[in-house]
């Protein structure tokens, strides 16, 4: 026999308040104290400029990551400890709803204040809450689903759908990813049960509500012919087989390889639990999504964070009947140094090498203003009366958002780019027809311009993306702005 609604909600435990805001707060001032380490990663550049362009959609966003951008430079200034307010935020919420998957699944307050930890030390969720990304905050709504998932499915009361699809609004105004975890859930439901929850009006409810929420996003879609499609096939079609064959390693190391046994115990866990199975099943059905998609393989951390909340009790018990504990505390005092020095910028920029190996955002974040005195430096090339029909053409959204940051001090206009949504913020006007600094390498749109010659290379001082990205001066297009871009553009 199953649980009753009543059995459950008797034994629980109260919530582990006062220990899990200790966590929580020293988790915000951790990254509070290194949020200015290092710099902007390219991607917050791209969500700056976004920002300030504010719309319904982004060929390869919604709008909820590029709102947030705003709203905190806006309070705390467009610098990378004000902007990260929001990925700290994210990161210390993250903590709280985890803590409380662990409550609802009857842990006691030390398993809750542990489950905080292990949180907010595993290496996924120190990246995520250190940048702010769309990732940072599909962490925390797809956390929040896990929680009213199993409210839900253990409870049996229909009306947490209502709950289910406000979070799901949410979640599609930020990515595209999230009906991955609900086909995933519904997968798994229909194989495991309890079906019945699929009998109700409830349900249809909260489908309304969701769609209530999103539907201006997808009314832009709709207008714009869904990019959303063309990006996710670019991504598959350039990286899917490297994401397939690094899937499964990956979701070994991404947390930390200590807390395997830790998301094994939680799938053992809520498997032995009838009510609770369909859960411990998502994971793997959203890994064989995944896969089949060429999906990366950091998108199912979110999920596999709620597994490890649900075993960090089944782990102590099972650690408490061990001798061997010693060697338990060094492995895991081991495993939070390595995420430490991983996820967080910590250190030299000079010893990245190691670690770009597993987070290679570590070196998006270095060199971005030494990247711009180089383009600056090839600027200042172009004779002063020529400067005026000049403009300056970037590969790709990290360069052009770095160049409207800085370069502003460093004399620059505003950059171009054909990339990603800077497409649709071009093309310069037609009377720029002057010289044009050209960042980046390029293939095909490299017949649009004439005259090109490499004037510097970049030393970004760390193994990133940029490093070696030559800047040429070229003395022309070979046809007007407009003319040219539709060939310019280009979606990764």
Not at 453 to 472: F, W, Y
Not at 473 to 492: D, E, I, K, N
Request: charged share 15%; proline share 7%; aromatic share 10%.
């Amino acid at each position: 026999m199953g649980e009753t609604a009543t059995e459950t909600t008797a034994r629980r435990t109260p919530f582990a308040s006062g220990g899990v805001a200790v966590v929580a707060l020293a988790q915000a001032v951790v990254l509070t104290v290194l949020s200015e380490a290092y710099g902007f990663h390219r991607d917050e550049f791209y969500y700056l400029a976004a920002g300030k362009r504010l719309a319904w959609g982004y060929v390869d966003q919604p709008p909820l990551t590029p709102v947030l951008a705003r709203l905190a430079t806006s309070l705390f200034g467009e610098t990378p400890a004000g902007l990260r307010v929001v990925a700290t935020a994210a990161g210390v919420a993250t903590v709280v709803v985890l803590a409380l998957v662990a409550r609802e699944l009857d842990a006691g307050y030390a398993a809750q204040v542990v489950t905080s930890v292990v949180t907010a030390l595993s290496g996924y969720v120190l990246v995520v809450s250190h940048l702010l990304s769309t990732t940072t905050i599909d962490m925390l709504v797809w956390s929040v689903l896990g929680l009213f998932a199993i409210k839900l499915l253990r409870s049996g009361d229909n009306r947490w759908w209502l709950a289910v699809g406000a979070t799901t609004g949410v979640a599609l105004l930020n990515k595209w990813l999230v009906p991955l975890l609900l086909a995933a859930l519904g997968i798994a439901v229909l194989i495991a049960g309890p079906r019945r929850i699929f009998r109700t009006w409830w349900l249809f409810a909260g489908v309304a509500l969701a769609l209530a929420l999103v539907s201006p996003v997808l009314g832009w879609e709709a207008r714009h012919g869904f990019p959303m499609f063309t990006v996710a096939g670019g991504i598959s079609d350039d990286d899917g087989t490297a994401n397939r064959l690094t899937f499964v390693p990956l979701q070994l190391v991404y947390l930390s390889p200590v807390l395997v046994p830790v998301w094994l115990a939680g799938i053992v866990r809520l498997w032995k639990t009838p009510r609770l199975r369909a859960i411990a099943l998502a994971y793997p059905v959203l890994c064989v999504l995944l896969l089949l998609a060429g999906g990366k393989p950091y998108y199912s951390l979110p999920l596999l964070m709620v597994l490890t909340a649900a075993g960090v009790q089944p782990a102590l018990d099972w650690f408490a009947r061990r001798r061997a504990r010693r060697w338990w505390l060094v492995a895991a005092a081991l495993g939070a140094i390595v995420s430490l020095a991983i996820g967080l910028p910590i250190l030299p920029t000079a010893a990245l090498g190691p670690v770009l190996v597993l987070n290679k955002e570590q070196g998006e974040q270095v060199g971005w203003p030494g990247f711009v005195t180089t383009v600056a430096g090839v600027w200042r090339q172009i004779p002063g009366d020529d400067r005026a029909d000049a403009v300056i053409f970037t590969s790709n959204y990290g360069e052009a958002g770095a160049v409207e940051h800085f370069g502003a001090g460093s004399g620059l206009p505003a950059p171009y780019s054909g990339h990603m949504s800077y497409a649709d913020w071009g093309p310069p006007p037609d009377r720029l027809d002057g010289p044009v600094v050209l960042v980046g390498e390029f293939d095909r749109p490299a017949r649009a311009f004439t005259g090109c010659r490499v004037v510097a290379t970049q030393d970004t001082g760390a193994d990133n993306d940029e490093q070696g990205t030559p800047v040429s001066l070229c003395t022309g297009t070979t046809a007007p702005w407009s003319v040219l871009w539709p060939s310019l553009r280009h979606f990764y």
